[in-house]
């Protein structure tokens, strides 16, 4: 079945600088991929997404890169700020597929 | 508008009681989950209803009874739990079943098993 990991279990960056959060995924056959950012008693919040024929799509400061080589997913944040501070989860799904599998979440800590 | 609601957002409930909770969304999303959320853990999927039908059961005890009573509702029955049910019940909902669009997750519902 499919396994998704995250590389870092905590990140922990100053206010402004660019964070990274990585991601890695087993099934080649997977070919939509999802952030999530989970703030403290809420529920998952979408972020972005990026489909298997892409490898890069940005958002409003952030970016997801996706390489299929290595089956690893990342999600890039520009000028991070207090209120970024959050569990971040990466997930995947197979074409076709109704179910998400979610990675074990990087927890980002943005000092001020 | 992408809002999922879920109600109750807090219940404590006996091993011996009946429960039910409650989700509902309306942005026409034909697709709607219910998944578990353990402290520190992410989200593990327990049914997935696409089009008002269950189309995924991932195993989950019997004490735990979906229901979909129209394509904006989603209901999730609980009878004699155990205490290691106690956990963060999420709601979430996508414009279809076929796993290729985003799914809008409700604040969820904190339950604790007494």
């Known amino acids: 079945g499919e396994s998704v990991g995250l590389h870092l279990p905590t990140l922990s960056v100053q206010e402004g600088d660019n964070s990274i959060i990585n991601c890695a995924y087993s099934?080649?056959?997977?070919?939509?991929f999802i952030w999530y950012k989970q703030e403290s008693g809420k529920g998952p919040q979408f972020i972005i997404d990026?489909?298997?024929?892409?490898d890069k799509r940005q958002g409003q400061r952030v970016t997801v890169l996706l390489n299929k080589t290595v089956k690893h997913l990342s999600l890039q944040i520009a000028a991070t700020q207090p209120g970024d501070s959050a569990v971040y989860f990466c997930?995947?799904?197979?074409?076709?597929?109704?179910?998400?599998?979610f990675g074990k979440g990087t927890k980002l800590t943005v000092n001020p | 508008d992408t809002e999922v609601t879920q109600t109750p957002k807090h219940l404590v409930m006996g091993m011996t009681n009946k429960k039910s909770l409650k989700c509902e969304q309306h942005?026409?999303?034909?697709?709607m989950y219910w998944y578990k959320q353990k402290a520190k853990k992410p989200p593990e999927l327990m049914f997935v209803?696409?089009?008002?039908?269950?189309?995924i059961n991932e195993s989950v005890p019997s004490r735990f009874s979906p229901e979909c009573p129209n394509s904006s509702l989603l209901n999730l029955h609980l009878h004699a739990l155990q205490p290691e049910d106690s956990a963060l019940y999420l709601c979430?909902?996508?414009?279809?079943?076929?796993?290729?669009?985003?799914?809008?997750f409700g604040p969820g519902t904190r339950l604790t098993v007494t």
């Open positions: 979430a909902s996508s414009q279809s079943g076929t796993g290729l669009y985003e799914q809008y």
């Open positions: 099934n080649s056959a997977s070919d939509y």
């Open positions: 990026i489909r298997s024929n892409m």
């Open positions: 997930a995947c799904a197979q074409g076709g597929s109704e179910k998400l599998v």
């Open positions: 942005m026409g999303h034909r697709a």
């Open positions: 209803y696409s089009y008002e039908k269950l189309s």
